[in-house]
């Protein structure tokens, strides 16, 4: 199928400008770019949900025009959303065919709808009970109930945007055999994603958009991620990184955690955080450094052990609640902004200006200085009509750094961030880091938890290893390697608070 010479416009705003591009049956063609590159209104005129402006899509050579995304459906294509679609009040058998349920004699035959939704979920490698209402599944299992419900259709051409988005690594993992499947069987796959390590793994092909222009189209094998990355944001991958400062000769702590045990049945662990320093917690997936840090935050209870803030030569006892943690300094960034931090159809200011209000009580007035929040805005370069537009039209990347600038309006000490660039675009990304080593700049304190070892790398001063719970490894990033920080977090041998100061 082809695009060719598609422009779409929303008002006087250009989505897309005059974009070709084409893909062949039997392969996976990656569509990458920042956000707001036009990724998703190119695939959504294919998918029939807009229609374009001028130019023209062609499918078998012949000019398609969809009324709407079911005309798309008929005709052989099929999407996977990166807003999740699903009725929570319905069951993954119900969501996955829901608008083509199967028939018998002109009624619903719900025996054969859940035995097709079985196999789909089986092809998934997924075990979830098809009867299960999707309104209590997680977020990752609503995503592959998505997916499920794409590949029902059996359509020539399957979209897929942004879909590991919520998966963890076995997820993708199965994502990445379906997808051989439906290449292996003649189909074409447009894989829209921001993920170089998911673009060079899955894809035969990278078209790459910027500012709604085709900026290149070409064999994965004949790129590099650092070519990739120029070609997006205009600058090499090794400018991504603000460089490290120069280590203090004799650093302070800012944060103590000693005999620390995150939850039972896990080690203690101990260490340091310096002010001034970026620290990883790195390692495999479901190793301990999601345990770690909320418990460092407060979000769960330790077991045992203690934390404790350093402060202009005073040493605070930290409690174990989030508003105890928050009220002495620390601020914490959960990896799900979207359920667990910001709260969506608030505007921008009232999200940031909970910071604000950490150490008020209750009954006092909550005064908002939008004067302040404007000026934090500007700072961080949040990409906004104004401060009263509602956080959940956001990109991912703005809602991220509106959720940093919750706590940098705070004036808090430390900052404790779970997935810093989760679904962040690479050029969103350069200002989130910069963001990060800024604060860091100014006296605080940062730990991060991150399930990319590049970042680890570019970002942190020092990075810990954690297997099993147990820290394993002290590194210096700046040395440090993608192979040295996968043998300890494979091979290394626990031993509980090595890294201890």
Same mark, same amino acid.
């Given at each position: 199928?082809?695009?060719?010479?598609?422009?779409?416009?929303?008002?006087?705003?250009?989505?897309?400008?005059?974009?070709?591009?084409?893909?062949?049956?039997?392969?996976?063609?990656?569509?990458?770019?920042?956000?707001?590159?036009g990724?998703?209104?190119?695939?959504?005129?294919?998918?029939?949900?807009?229609?374009?402006?001028?130019?023209?899509?062609?499918?078998?050579g012949?000019?398609?025009?969809?009324?709407?995304?079911g005309?798309?459906?008929?005709?052989?294509?099929?999407?996977?959303?990166?807003?999740?679609?699903?009725?929570?009040?319905?069951?993954?058998?119900?969501?996955?065919?829901?608008?083509?349920?199967p028939?018998?004699?002109?009624?619903?035959?719900?025996?054969?709808m859940?035995?097709?939704?079985?196999?789909?979920?089986?092809?998934?490698?997924?075990?979830?009970?098809?009867?299960?209402?999707?309104g209590?599944?997680?977020?990752?299992?609503?995503?592959?109930?998505?997916?499920?419900?794409?590949?029902?259709?059996?359509?020539?051409?399957?979209?897929?945007?942004?879909?590991?988005?919520a998966?963890?690594?076995?997820?993708?993992?199965?994502?990445?055999?379906?997808?051989?499947?439906?290449?292996?069987?003649?189909?074409?796959?447009?894989?829209i994603?921001?993920?170089?390590?998911?673009?060079?793994?899955?894809?035969?092909?990278?078209?790459?958009?910027?500012?709604?222009?085709?900026?290149?189209?070409?064999?994965?094998?004949?790129?590099?991620?650092?070519?990739?990355?120029?070609?997006?944001?205009?600058?090499?991958l090794?400018?991504?990184?603000?460089?490290?400062?120069?280590?203090?000769?004799?650093?302070?702590?800012?944060?103590?955690?000693?005999?620390?045990? @995150? /939850? $039972?049945?896990?080690? *203690? %662990? !101990?260490?340091?955080?310096?002010?001034?320093?970026?620290?990883?917690?790195? =390692?495999?997936?479901?190793?301990?450094?999601?345990?770690?840090?909320?418990?460092?935050?407060?979000?769960?209870?330790?077991?045992?052990?203690?934390?404790?803030?350093?402060?202009?030569?005073?040493?605070?006892?930290?409690?174990?609640s989030?508003?105890?943690?928050?009220?002495?300094?620390?601020?914490?960034?959960?990896?799900?902004?979207?359920?667990?931090?910001?709260?969506l159809?608030?505007?921008i200011?009232?999200?940031?200006?909970?910071?604000?209000?950490?150490?008020?009580?209750?009954?006092?007035?909550?005064?908002?200085?939008?004067?302040?929040?404007?000026?934090?805005?500007?700072?961080?370069?949040?990409? @906004? /009509? $104004?401060?009263?537009? *509602? %956080? !959940?039209?956001?990109?991912?990347?703005?809602?991220?750094?509106?959720?940093? =600038?919750?706590?940098?309006?705070?004036?808090?000490?430390?900052?404790?961030?779970?997935e810093?660039?989760?679904?962040?675009?690479?050029?969103?990304?350069?200002?989130?880091?910069?963001?990060?080593?800024?604060?860091?700049?100014?006296?605080?304190?940062?730990?991060?938890?991150?399930?990319?070892?590049?970042?680890?790398?570019?970002?942190?001063?020092?990075?810990?290893?954690?297997?099993?719970?147990?820290?394993?490894?002290?590194?210096?990033?700046?040395?440090?390697?993608?192979e040295?920080?996968?043998?300890?977090?494979?091979?290394?041998?626990?031993?509980?608070?090595?890294?201890?100061?």
């Amino acid at each position: 199928m082809t695009f060719r010479e598609v422009t779409k416009r929303f008002g006087s705003t250009a989505a897309l400008s005059a974009v070709s591009l084409s893909g062949a049956a039997g392969s996976v063609h990656a569509v990458t770019g920042e956000n707001g590159a036009g990724k998703s209104t190119l695939m959504k005129l294919l998918a029939g949900v807009h229609r374009p402006d001028e130019g023209e899509i062609l499918l078998d050579g012949g000019r398609i025009a969809f009324a709407g995304p079911g005309d798309a459906l008929r005709a052989g294509i099929s999407t996977v959303f990166q807003e999740l679609t699903l009725l929570p009040n319905l069951s993954v058998a119900e969501n996955i065919f829901l608008g083509r349920e199967p028939r018998r004699g002109g009624l619903l035959d719900r025996r054969a709808m859940r035995r097709a939704a079985r196999q789909a979920l089986d092809r998934l490698g997924m075990t979830l009970d098809v009867d299960t209402l999707c309104g209590a599944l997680s977020v990752a299992e609503q995503q592959m109930v998505e997916i499920a419900k794409g590949i029902t259709a059996d359509a020539r051409v399957f979209i897929f945007d942004e879909p590991t988005a919520a998966l963890n690594a076995p997820e993708i993992a199965k994502l990445e055999a379906l997808i051989g499947e439906l290449k292996a069987r003649g189909r074409l796959v447009f894989y829209i994603s921001h993920r170089l390590d998911e673009i060079f793994r899955f894809c035969d092909t990278v078209t790459v958009l910027k500012d709604g222009e085709h900026v290149a189209t070409a064999p994965t094998a004949t790129l590099d991620h650092d070519r990739l990355v120029a070609l997006m944001v205009g600058r090499a991958l090794g400018q991504l990184y603000p460089p490290r400062p120069a280590a203090p000769a004799a650093p302070l702590p800012a944060l103590q955690v000693e005999g620390l045990v @995150a /939850r $039972d049945g896990m080690p *203690a %662990v !101990g260490f340091a955080l310096m002010r001034g320093e970026i620290l990883g917690l790195a =390692g495999l997936e479901g190793q301990g450094q999601r345990d770690i840090v909320r418990a460092m935050a407060g979000l769960e209870a330790p077991s045992s052990g203690r934390v404790a803030l350093h402060r202009d030569g005073v040493v605070h006892q930290l409690g174990h609640s989030v508003v105890a943690t928050s009220r002495a300094g620390i601020g914490f960034v959960p990896e799900e902004r979207k359920t667990e931090g910001l709260y969506l159809t608030l505007s921008i200011a009232q999200n940031i200006a909970l910071g604000l209000l950490r150490n008020r009580r209750p009954w006092a007035r909550a005064r908002v200085d939008q004067g302040r929040i404007a000026e934090l805005m500007a700072a961080m370069r949040v990409r @906004a /009509r $104004d401060h009263r537009q *509602a %956080v !959940g039209t956001l990109s991912g990347g703005n809602q991220q750094k509106v959720m940093i =600038g919750r706590w940098l309006a705070a004036g808090i000490d430390v900052l404790l961030v779970e997935e810093p660039t989760r679904g962040v675009d690479v050029g969103a990304k350069s200002e989130i880091y910069a963001l990060l080593r800024d604060f860091a700049a100014r006296g605080g304190a940062v730990l991060i938890t991150s399930s990319e070892l590049t970042e680890h790398l570019g970002l942190c001063d020092r990075i810990l290893v954690v297997r099993g719970g147990a820290i394993v490894a002290e590194l210096e990033a700046a040395s440090a390697s993608e192979e040295s920080v996968m043998r300890h977090a494979i091979a290394g041998t626990a031993t509980a608070g090595s890294a201890a100061a």
